[in-house]
T-cell receptor, first 113, second 118 residues
Framework: DQQVKQNSPSLSVQEGRISILNCDYTNSMFDYFLWYKKYPAEGPTFLISISSIKDKNEDGRFTVFLNKSAKHLSLHIVPSQPGDSAVYFCAASVGAGSYQLTFGKGTKLSVIP | GAVVSQHPSWVICKSGTSVKIECRSLDFQATTMFWYRQFPKQSLMLMATSNEGSKATYEQGVEKDKFLINHASLTLSTLTVTSAHPEDSSFYIC??????????????FGPGTRLLVL
């Protein structure tokens, strides 16, 4: 049973437009959420995180929104750039210590020039 | 900063042999490291949490006698797949717990090791 779900395996977006990656979770104990970016043959790179006490966190072009009642979070990238093309993983944990991360399957983002 | 390396990046071995994978935090000390496994088109699955100087904590369903973890120093953890079989073929990724720029604890991942057991 997958506790963190990324239902879109892939997403294509035009350069300059907004990319929206979605993630749903089922475990109500999760209170810390992270997004990682992964290029082929490399390990995931931490992008941005959000604690359940917030509903939004912003870092440059990246914004994560959290809807606790819907158990849903999303990552917005604006404007999208070709270098953003990668696989994005959503992860969740209980507590902000980044321990025991549960990952989604990832969404492959392609930004078209 | 916060670079984690893995060695080897890929390995092919015969069934029944043992394979050791190293995970190093290059520019920071990590008391805690994690080992993950990823099958094609699947998510990263946590195998075990490795703490320096103590025994690793394995996730349910992961055989500790098959996947030996040693975290002997603050910069090195090793995963040994003993008596490897074809079903052990996978992508193994380690991570090390470090502090991000804003002071929060974050897992920094290595580039992964692709294991193919023939």
């Amino acid at each position: 049973d997958q506790q963190v779900k990324q239902n879109s395996p892939s997403l294509s977006v035009q350069e300059g437009r907004i990319s929206i990656l979605n993630c749903d979770y089922t475990n109500s104990m999760f209170d810390y959420f992270l997004w990682y970016k992964k290029y082929p043959a490399e390990g995931p790179t931490f992008l941005i995180s959000i604690s359940s006490i917030k509903d939004k966190n912003e870092d440059g072009r990246f914004t994560v929104f959290l809807n606790k009642s819907a158990k849903h979070l999303s990552l917005h990238i604006v404007p999208s750039q070709p270098g953003d093309s990668a696989v994005y993983f959503c992860a969740a944990s209980v507590g902000a210590g980044s321990y025991q991360l549960t990952f989604g399957k990832g969404t492959k983002l392609s930004v078209i020039p | 900063g916060a670079v984690v390396s893995q060695h080897p990046s890929w390995v092919i071995c015969k069934s029944g042999t043992s394979v050791k994978i190293e995970c190093r935090s290059l520019d920071f000390q990590a008391t805690t490291m994690f080992w993950y496994r990823q099958f094609p088109k699947q998510s990263l699955m946590l195998m075990a949490t490795s703490n320096e100087g103590s025994k690793a904590t394995y996730e349910q369903g992961v055989e500790k006698d098959k996947f030996l973890i040693n975290h002997a120093s603050l910069t090195l953890s090793t995963l040994t797949v003993t008596s490897a079989h074809p079903e052990d073929s996978s992508f193994y990724i380690c991570s090390a717990l470090g502090l991000a720029e804003r002071g929060q604890e974050t897992q920094y991942f290595g580039p992964g090791t692709r294991l193919l057991v023939l």
